[in-house]
């Protein structure tokens, strides 16, 4: 018996999205095959990492989280060129983490004089993450856009009950938009048919299905995004066709497992390093399903998830 | 190729005797179609079904079994692509190297982290099971003494990795009652090694210089009677490695192609030098689709994450997991810490007991057997009401644990708040924040 090797029939590719502008401006999606199956398909543009940057000093960050930034946590600026600079982002997240209301509730105009400032000081494209809260989010993603007109930023979470003020906003000022869902792939679907209905066009859409890291289930947005390239790949789902953007340095640093010394549990070996595994590992397996902007924090776990990348799609 | 219910059902003696446990022959064919029923339970079929029925019946990728002891390690027997269309089945193991070249101190050593590096999370222990012991001194005696030690030494599963067939012939009997897969058959020595497989009974290992090579190898040796097989297809890069994994999955499920219908084995330790990218590399294959993972060393801080991404990963989609029910203390409570309830779908457990962690405010949390469901689906499903709440709260022993009486419930079942208060006479019911993230800003604000 010889060797057939078996082909998926692929019925559908993935939108080009174009971030940012002038020439750092990045390219995602345009995949025609699962990720990484390089004997079935193509992979035009490989997935890009942004790395964070927070609006306000971290107050409860593990130490080796911490250690790659000390004396730029105060100045987001100074950060994202350190980010830039020494650690080659192609891309910065901003999270505008005090803007939350059950936090420092930072205004919406502090907010965007910081965007603005941040935009005009790098040229990488910008994300800017909010806090998910509706009407925070609506009142500072309408300043935001607004002021940093033509700055091409990607605006995250948009979700169904802001979708129309904040998606207003960013068609008005020409920003992409990041489609936020609770890890559905039907409520994924239905909110980029919203934006579409709204206007968003397509190459100006990504979408965030929710992802968690390792242990505090990561199998969910797993399958979520595997049912969603499957749809988009082979069931003509033109709807789910966009590129996921997964915000998971957050969620994977802020876990115990992370933040447990050595000291109280040798078994779970050096700190600093089961810290950055664990967010390379948890990128590892969101790239398998079918990330292309990956939000990371420690440049020893991206550095790690470059070579991986790299590696995956060597000639 | 598969045979469809209605071609197994003209096969069978249609005698609707019921004795293989359904009413008809029509049904039971149906079920052998699903992979529900095995034939052996037809008492009356005859051998030309059973020789057409159990060629066409077996699993599109063999289990395979590696170990004899109370813990063999199953691999293989997988029946999708996506975990989403069924579940993942037998999740992979993850062996640590050991070379006959090393001090056997550092080989005790190994054995001892092997059996110590297991973690208790949700009701299990996560853990591994598998040794491979590689023949790099090129020494028979050297590689069997290794074995007979690990042997006396260690309950761990058994992989014996060797060039040479003298020397895996001579450690496999040192070791032959502990059943170890026998690395590995290629081109150059299958005939040799069949037969040490045939001898021992041990599984085989089978390595090829790509998939061509691979199938010609597994077609001879099962034209020999050798069915425990393990495929390596040689490669140590990874593009092609992590291809060849997703190549031999989707060629014995979708096309039903047996040659490569065997579970497989990757060596991560052979595709780099930095121990760091070494465990990126096994979490790619924990995912799709090793079937042995074999590592240079085990660490707590590689390994841990790991053992949770394969837990997370075989995980089976249509059963969540769970946490136990009780008293859950956190942060050292005394008698007038606050007491949160929450459902023990194992997600929330793990985020609010972190969150409650985080706050470093002690406290009491109650888990309550909501059968794995959150708690908006526990709640909707009426296993989170106020009726089987009471009940819980005043039988958990917490009224032991803490002397005041206030009860502090998820956000999203605040609706229960009222019905709580009659059904618990003398509490006071607060509602709790919705959110995991906002759970330590309350209780910090919190007073007795």
């Known amino acids: 018996m010889a060797l057939d090797i078996p082909k998926t029939r692929y019925t559908g590719s993935i939108k080009q999205v174009k971030l940012g502008g002038g020439d750092k401006a990045v390219t995602i999606g345009g995949e025609t095959a699962y990720p990484f199956y390089l004997f079935e398909g193509q992979m035009p543009n490989l997935p890009k990492i942004a790395m964070e940057v927070y609006d306000s000093p971290p107050q409860d960050w593990a130490e080796a989280a911490l250690e790659p930034f000390a004396g730029v946590t105060g100045d987001p600026v100074a950060w994202a060129k ?59 993603f ?111 640093w802020k876990t115990k497992e992370v933040k447990i010394p050595e000291s109280e549990d040798p078994k779970m070996g050096d700190i600093k390093k089961r810290g950055i595994l664990t967010e390379a590992m948890s990128a590892a397996v969101l790239l398998l399903a079918g990330a292309d902007v990956l939000v990371m924090r420690h440049p020893e776990a991206i550095r790690l998830v470059r070579e991986i990348l790299a590696e995956m799609t060597a000639a | 190729m598969p045979l469809t ?166 450690a496999a009997k040192a070791a032959a009652d502990r059943k170890p897969l026998l690395y590995a058959a290629t081109k150059d020595n299958v005939d040799a090694m069949a037969k040490l497989a045939k001898e021992t009974g041990c599984p085989l290992a089978v390595k090829a210089s790509g998939l061509e090579e691979l199938v010609e190898l597994t077609n001879k040796l099962t034209a020999a009677g050798i069915k425990n097989l393990v495929l390596d297809s040689g490669s140590r890069k990874l593009r092609q490695s992590f291809e060849d994994q997703v190549i031999i999955r989707s060629a014995a499920l979708v096309k039903k192609f047996r040659p490569l219908g065997f579970p497989t084995i990757v060596l991560p330790c052979e595709m780099t030098d930095d121990p760091m990218k070494e465990a990126v590399i096994a979490s790619i294959f924990v995912a799709k ?36 029910e009780g008293i859950y203390p956190i942060n050292n409570p005394d008698e007038n810490s606050p007491v949160l309830i929450t459902s023990n779908f194992s997600l929330t457990y793990f985020i609010v007991s972190g969150e409650i962690e985080n706050s470093k405010v002690p406290t009491w949390l109650l888990i309550k057997d909501t059968e794995g469901l959150s708690v908006m689906t526990s709640w909707a499903a009426g296993k989170f009401s106020a009726d089987v709440i009471a009940p819980f709260v005043l039988k958990s022993g917490i009224t032991d644990k803490a002397k005041h009486r206030k009860l502090v419930i998820p956000g999203y079942i605040a609706a229960e708040s009222g019905g709580l208060e009659e059904e618990l006479a003398g509490w006071e019911i607060l509602v709790g924040p919705r959110e995991g993230a906002h759970i330590p800003a309350y209780l910090k604000a919190w007073k007795p």
């Open chain 2, 5 to 170: 219910g209605i071609e197994i059902f003209k096969l069978l003696p249609k005698t609707n005797c019921g004795r293989c446990g359904v009413p008809t022959c029509l049904a039971f064919a149906m079920n052998l179609a699903a992979g529900k029923s095995e034939l052996s339970a037809c008492p009356d079929v005859s051998e030309e079904a059973q020789a057409k029925l159990s060629e066409a019946s077996a699993p599109p990728i063999l289990p395979v079994t590696i170990g004899s002891g109370a813990k063999p390690l199953k691999i293989g027997g997988e029946t999708v692509m996506f975990r989403h269309e069924k579940r993942f089945e037998n999740p992979p193991g993850l062996a640590l190297l050991i070379s006959d070249t090393m001090p056997s101190s550092e080989v005790d050593a190994r054995l001892k982290k092997c059996k110590d590096l297991q973690y208790y999370r949700v009701g299990l222990t996560l853990g591994s099971e598998l040794v491979a012991l590689r023949n790099d001194s090129g020494d028979a005696g050297k590689f069997e003494s290794l074995a007979s030690h690990v042997k006396q030494n260690s309950d761990c599963n058994i992989i014996l990795m060797s060039q040479s067939v003298e020397a895996l012939a001579a």
């Open chain 2, 289 to 324: 689709y090793g079937g042995i993972i074999v590592l240079s060393d085990f660490n707590g801080e590689s390994l841990f994450p790991l053992l949770v991404e394969r837990l997370n990963i075989f995980t089976d989609p249509q059963r969540p997991l769970a946490t136990t």
């Open chain 1, 82 to 140: 350190k980010c830039i600079d020494d650690y080659g982002a192609e891309m910065i997240c901003l999270q505008l983490a005090s803007t939350d209301p059950n936090g420092a509730d930072r205004g919406a105009d502090e907010a965007a004089a910081l965007v603005k400032k941040l935009a005009d000081a790098i040229s990488v494209p910008l994300i800017v993450w909010g806090t998910a809260n509706h009407e925070k989010d609506t009142e500072v």
């Open chain 1, 142 to 252: 309408r300043t935001v856009a607004e002021v940093c007109q033509g700055k091409r930023l990607v605006i995250g979470p948009v979700e169904e009950g802001d979708h129309k003020k904040i998606g207003a906003a960013a068609l008005g000022y020409k920003h992409t938009v990041s489609a936020s869902t609770p890890i559905d792939i039907n409520l994924a679907k239905q909110l980029n048919i919203l934006l579409g209905n709204l206007g968003i066009p397509d190459d100006m859409l990504v979408m965030d299905p929710t992802v968690s890291g390792i242990g505090y289930g990561i199998e969910y947005c797993y399958s979520v995004m595997e049912r969603m390239r499957m749809a988009a790949l082979t069931q003509q789902d033109e709807r789910l066709q966009f590129p996921i953007i997964c915000n998971i340095a957050k969620e994977v």
